[in-house]
């Protein structure tokens, strides 16, 4: 308190004084006379010297708090810009601990850095643990995918050998079957294609989780049209067919190519499995307008997938895409096609390339799934692909 009232009063002291020299100088100015009249003796002299001394300490004084003030703003400017060695710089000389406001200043400052390293210093102590437990959570992911990769694989061999034997003796290759018998047959077949479809699924989505896409530029109607090839057989036995319309030969993707025909093949194989017989599917592709900001900027196709199907019903069209998620009011879920992973899969293969897939659809009329997807910018490549 002391301090303070002392350093308050050599201020108010000091900047009275600084004002006496200029008051003179008017006064010397306006009233010459009283100047002329002036005489010079010891008590005169003796109060012109402690006057010049007093205004030499309180410019002494102010110089010395502005020199201070000026460095504390230095070190709050360097402390805002993140620079915590700041800490070590300011020094608390005696000068400084006559003004308790500047002094105050300058332990507030370094106490914020005090705290600030305390937290910068637990902050980073705490990423370390999270970076360790990620790296444990990642060591313990990959083996949960070796695990179901290797399981799947042993599985899927003996179930194709289970459903070859029973396609062999639905056949009448092994001798003839009772008609009670082919039905436990047909039965058996239906679940082991199930299995194997569930298994395929499983670990396809684990692959999704662990591997990298190798992209290239992907010419899109031959992509469209050699999976259409692979669901042939099938549309066939249903009476169904694909029209490809509207996607010109030099439309180029940039993606995985195994990954492209994957998203095409899950989409046809809805689109069959959800149709009546001699139900029809339509493929269009159209430029999309939008296009990504910044650097990267990428343009899209939008490719629409329509059938004349079953449809979904609204409340159902927000959770399809969600992992083993079936439609069970529908019939045709319950088949053995159906495993609730194949619009998941899709989902996050058009995602990993920076695409978008939305739906639209009527229960009773139809579903239209519209897949957005990258298009290559590298035109080299690009005539290589489109050839
Ligand atoms: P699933 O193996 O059951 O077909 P999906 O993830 O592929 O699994 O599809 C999830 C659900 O979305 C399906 O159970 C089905 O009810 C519905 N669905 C998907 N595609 C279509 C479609 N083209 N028409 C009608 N319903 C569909």
């Known amino acids: 308190m002391q301090n303070k009232k002392k350093t308050q009063s050599a201020l108010i002291l000091s900047l009275c004084l600084t004002t006496i020299i200029p008051i003179l100088v008017v006064i010397y100015l306006i009233k010459p006379k009283i100047i002329y009249e002036f005489e010079f003796n010891p008590a005169t002299f003796l109060i012109i010297s402690i006057t010049a001394f007093i205004v030499f300490m309180g410019m002494f004084m102010l110089l010395k708090i502005s020199n201070s003030l000026s460095v504390l703003s230095k070190n709050a400017t360097r402390l805002a810009q993140g620079d915590l060695a700041v800490n070590n710089s300011i020094v608390i000389t005696p000068t400084l601990k006559q003004s308790t406001e500047v002094s105050g200043l300058a332990e507030s400052l370094n106490l914020i850095t005090e705290q600030l390293i305390f937290n910068v210093d637990e902050l980073e102590s705490k990423a370390i643990l999270l970076e360790r437990s990620n790296d444990v959570l990642e060591k313990l992911n990959q083996r949960k995918n070796e695990f179901v990769s290797m399981v799947t694989h042993e599985l899927r061999a003996p179930l194709i050998n289970i459903k070859q034997c029973v396609v062999m003796l639905l056949e009448g290759k092994i001798g003839q079957l009772s008609s009670d018998q082919k039905q436990s047959m047909l039965m058996i077949k239906s679940n082991s294609e199930r299995l194997i479809r569930l298994i395929a699924d499983i670990l396809d989505v684990t692959k999704l989780d662990s591997t990298q896409l190798q992209v290239v530029p992907v010419n899109l109607k031959k992509a469209v049209e ?46 069959i499995k959800y149709s009546h017989p001699r139900g029809v599917i339509t ?105």
């Open 283 to 387: 493929i269009n592709s159209n430029f999309n307008k939008e296009q990504t900001k910044g650097p990267m900027q990428r343009q899209f196709v939008d490719i629409e997938i329509k059938d004349n199907g079953i449809g979904i019903a609204p409340e159902d069209l927000g959770k399809i895409f969600e992992r083993f998620v079936k439609v069970e009011h529908s019939a045709y879920t319950r088949t053995s096609e159906s495993t609730g992973l194949g619009l998941a899969i899709v989902k996050e293969i058009v995602e990993m390339h920076g695409g978008k897939i939305n739906v639209e659809s009527k229960l009773g009329k139809g579903s239209m799934f519209t897949l957005s997807l990258p298009l290559s910018m590298r035109k080299d490549q690009d005539s290589q692909a489109a050839a």
């Open 226 to 271: 050699e999976s259409a090839e692979a669901v042939r057989h099938w549309c066939e036995s249903k009476g169904i067919t694909i029209n490809i319309r509207n996607i010109p030969k030099t439309t180029v993707i940039y993606g995985d190519i195994d990954r492209i025909h994957q998203i095409f093949i899950n989409l046809f194989s809805n689109a």
